[in-house]
């Protein structure tokens, strides 16, 4: 868990890659999901939210290099 801001979350990163996850413990006040998942790569490129219902909110994506690398971070590929 990492404290930013006052909010505890989960954070992973690499030499590349930032992740940020914000669970119903963790989450923002003004939040309208009770999940958000946040990918950095120099900017953010993902940013999804999600109640605990499955309703999916993607709230930004940017498409690039990042894609390819991340699965091969994943070894998705």
């Known amino acids: 868990m990492t404290d930013v801001s006052g909010t505890p ?7 590349r890659f930032r992740i940020s ?3 119903p413990i ?4 003004s939040l309208d999901t009770d999940y958000l998942l946040d990918i ?3 900017r953010k490129v993902l940013s999804v939210g999600w109640t605990s219902e499955a309703l999916l ?3 930004s994506f940017k498409r690039g290099a990042w894609e390819a690398a991340f699965l091969a971070t ?4």
């Open 9 to 15: 979350h989960c954070m992973w990163k690499n030499e």
């Open 21 to 23: 996850l914000l669970t």
């Open 26 to 29: 963790s989450r923002w006040a």
């Open 40 to 42: 950095w790569d120099g």
């Open 57 to 59: 909110d993607i709230r």
């Open 74 to 77: 994943a070894g998705c590929i």
